[in-house]
C-alpha cells in the first residue's frame, strides 16, 4: 500500500513543487492550505507523514503539532516541519511540541526526499 503524505503549507508555488516531488517519489499526497485545514485533513485521513510549514494562517504549524500529538489517534501520526524559522530556539520549539524531524529553507529536494523516505521506513 502507497504511503500518504499530507503537505500543509500557505505558499502556492512551495505547495505545487512539494506535491509534484513527493507523487514524483510515489507517493499519495494530500494539501492543505492553512493551519486549520492541515487538523481537519490530518484528522480525517491519517495520513502517514505531515510536511508542515511553521507559519500559515489561522494556525501555526507548532499549533497543529500540538494538537495532533494531543489526540490520542493522532499521537503517532509522523511530521516533518519545513520551515523558515531555523534559529535554535524555533527548532526547540518544534522538537519539544513532538516534531519527528525539522528541515530548514531553503533546502534540497534531494536531502527531503531521502529524510521522507528515512523516516518513514523507520516508523
Known amino acids: 500500500m502507497r504511503k500518504t503524505i499530507l503537505i500543509a503549507d500557505d505558499e502556492k508555488n512551495i505547495l ?3 506535491e509534484f516531488l513527493m507523487k514524483r517519489e510515489g507517493y499519495l499526497v494530500m494539501v492543505a492550505h492553512d493551519g486549520q485545514e492541515a487538523i481537519d485533513v490530518i484528522s480525517k485521513e491519517h495520513p502517514d507523514l505531515v510536511l508542515l510549514d511553521v ?3 489561522k494556525k501555526t504549524g507548532f499549533d497543529v503539532c500540538q494538537e495532533v500529538r494531543a489526540n490520542p489517534d493522532l499521537k503517532d ?3 516533518l516541519m519545513l520551515t523558515a ?3 535554535d530556539t524555533d527548532i526547540a520549539k518544534g522538537l519539544a ?5 525539522y528541515i530548514i529553507k ?3 529536494t534531494r536531502e527531503l526526499a531521502q529524510k521522507v523516505r528515512d523516516m518513514l521506513e523507520q516508523a
Open 16 to 18: 505545487i513543487s512539494l
Open 77 to 79: 501520526t509522523l511530521i
Open 97 to 101: 511540541l513532538g516534531v519527528n524531524g
Open 85 to 87: 524559522k531555523g534559529r
Open 106 to 108: 531553503p533546502f534540497s
Open 55 to 57: 507559519m500559515m494562517p
